[in-house]
């Protein structure tokens, strides 16, 4: 087809690969497809929630926002 451009396969080598990631968490996250890495990264938030966290903000008084002396 015209303006196609050909995908070069990957030149890592499975040496290359273990130099690179070391340790078999890094090289087995890296091997997962982006579908499969949002699926584990949404257990994650599971964890977290479980674990006592919360998704509001800490207050950051360098922030150009802050109004604190505004709010009381």
Known sequence: MMGEKKRKKSTVSK???RFLFPDDETS??????PVERFEESQKLWEVFMLLGGNFEPEPDSQSPFNFSE???
Do not use: P, V
């Not at 087995?28 to 497809?33: E, N, Q, V």
């Open 15 to 17: 040496s290359n690969f």
């Open 28 to 33: 087995d996250w890296y091997r997962l497809t």
């Open 70 to 72: 505004i709010q009381g």
